[in-house]
């Protein structure tokens, strides 16, 4: 009764109006174009599109923005890249808040997003090279972020699982990380929860691809350099001063590939089959399977790499793109707390940069 006398007498808050945002989006690929559909989406009324470029074209110009076969067009014709252009573009448009989206996998492009936010722009990122890149990048970019720059990461780890964000509540309670370990990679996860040894390692990797979960170049993936990238977003996420050099990777790329053009490696993913085939059997001998773990221990030690486990793991017991977070805190010592759900795809990273730019305000 009470509750209800104070719900009539005590008037609410004038809940404050979202605000417009005029955004540049910064790659048209597999995650920018599934970006671009979920901009035609109600939710989406708001935010306006001022920009948009590839690696090698841009547009500016209003009617070429809203043309459905955008991405198209900027193949075919639209101005040389330019990021100037494209920032003029936000500064005259007359929305409060001004959004630079990166969808690309450029490390040139995020090596800009601290100095970005330095010049007021809020950046919302699906690429992790800043954040799981160099340490100096990293401290650059927290230290932008201390100066009001607002960073929307929830596309860096787990595809917008929310991963980011239950560990920095956890730390903003005062809990503290003790371990992590888990599944990080969408396309391995995919790759390692499929693969019985009956079609080829290499048919598995060109459907992962054309399912858009691989990174461009699906070297990024095999070779555990995507999975180090979001370890140590987490780690250092939870206060760990992880350099990149610091995690222990294990690569499943053969030297012989390892320096090609994409396209060259594209062209010789059979050479995979082999070596994978040999792992699976070797793992099948002992009553195992296959996994690509990712593990931070409680003294900062990372190492990324292909584990056998028993069929009874967590990690075995995953499906399609599913990843696994699983953290142990000072909290949460018992059991860990475990984080699982689809880890890659065009809509739900998509849906992740959506999410973080509906955030702002
Ligand atoms: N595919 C997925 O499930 C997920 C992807 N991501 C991240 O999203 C990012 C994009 O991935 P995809 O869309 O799959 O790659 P993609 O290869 O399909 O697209 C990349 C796009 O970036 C553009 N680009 C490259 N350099 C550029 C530059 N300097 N300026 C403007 N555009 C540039 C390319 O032209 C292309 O349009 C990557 O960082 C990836 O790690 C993150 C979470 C999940
Ligand atoms: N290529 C990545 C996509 C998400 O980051 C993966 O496989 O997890």
New binding site residues.
Partial sequence: MSAVLAEAVVPKAAAAAPQQVALVLLGTGVVGGAFLKLLCTPVAKRLHLVGAANSRKQQTEATQLAARDLRERLRREGAPRDDAALLSALDEHHAALKVIVDATASAELASRHADWLARGYHVVT?N?SLAGGQLPGWRALQTARAAGGRYGDS?????GLPVLSTLRRLCDCGDSLLTLEGV???????LFNTYDGSRPFSELLRD?RKLG???PD?R??LSGE??AR?LLILARNAGFALGSDEVLVESLVPESLRELSTEAFLARLEELDEPLAALHEAARARGQVLRFLARLNQRGRARVGITEVSPTHPAARLYG?D?QFALTTTRYHTQPLVIQGP???PEV?AQALLGDILALG
């Fill in positions: 699906a992790k596309a860096t780890v787990g595809a990080f990679s969408g396309s391995l996860s995919y992962a979960y691989t990174e699906p990024a993936d995507d999975v979001k793109t990843n880890g890659a795809g990273t």
